[in-house]
T-cell receptor
Framework: DAGVIQSPRHEVTEMGQEVTLRCKPI?????LFWYRQTMMRGLELLIY????????DSGMPEDRFSAKMPNASFSTLKIQPSEPRDSAVYFC????????????FGPGTRLLVL | GQNIDQPTEMTATEGAIVQINCTYQ??????LFWYQQHAGEAPTFLSY????GLEEKGRFSSFLSRSKGYSYLLLKELQMKDSASYLC???????????FGRGTSLIVHP
């Protein structure tokens, strides 16, 4: 298995632009998680899905952030419009059964908003 | 709110033992996790404690005291590859969403 796949691996954009991060979970995993990591705030869970349905988005910082999972093999995290404070590493993770202990993380997308 | 405290940085010698502490104040409790994260990489799961006591897994052990809001991660026979950041995360009562500490950067030197 290829593991969790994220794209792009690096993204540099200007303030105000739309940013779309993509994630392909491990086949057969029914949970998908989006995290953000910064030096200031550490690692934060933004939102998670079960069987493509968003279960808890209380970690999403504000309305500029949205996440979708149109099918079991693909999810997106969108920021519109982007701001410099959104600069962070965004991780996607998936698991079978929802256990945190069985999560597999993707390599992350390093986002820089100028 | 939730509050997780752990030391920012620790250093230790190869072959030694190191204990990384984590204290927390949360609304209820629903499990504590430890993750390892090497620089530039994603976190990897190390341990999960929901009951008091010590959980041992090879060179790594994790301890929990719910009454004290305290956990530690014990690393034995340190190796250079153990140099990494160690994240403590606590899931408050009635929630699936964990709160992560800022992480403890462990430097293992020869």
């Amino acid at each position: 298995d290829a593991g969790v796949i994220q794209s792009p691996r690096h993204e540099v954009t200007e303030m105000g632009q739309e940013v779309t991060l993509r994630c392909k979970p491990i086949s057969g995993h029914d949970y998908l998680f989006w995290y953000r990591q910064t030096m200031m705030r550490g690692l934060e869970l933004l939102i998670y899905f079960n069987n493509n349905v968003p279960i808890d988005d209380s970690g999403m910082p504000e309305d500029r952030f949205s996440a979708k999972m149109p099918n079991a093999s693909f999810s997106t995290l969108k920021i519109q419009p982007s701001e410099p404070r959104d600069s962070a590493v965004y991780f996607c993770a998936s698991s079978r059964g929802g256990g945190m202990e069985t999560q597999y993380f993707g390599p992350g997308t390093r986002l820089l908003v100028l | 709110g939730q509050n997780i405290d752990q030391p920012t940085e620790m250093t230790a010698t190869e072959g030694a033992i190191v204990q990384i502490n984590c204290t927390y104040q949360t609304s209820g409790f629903n499990g504590l996790f430890w993750y390892q994260q090497h620089a530039g990489e994603a976190p990897t799961f190390l341990s999960y404690n929901v009951l008091d006591g010590l959980e041992e897994k090879g060179r790594f052990s994790s301890f929990l005291s719910r009454s004290k809001g305290y956990s530690y991660l014990l690393l034995k026979e340190l190796q250079m590859k153990d140099s990494a950041s160690y994240l403590c995360a606590v899931r408050p009562g009635g929630s699936y969403i964990p709160t992560f500490g800022r992480g403890t950067s462990l430097i293992v030197h020869p």
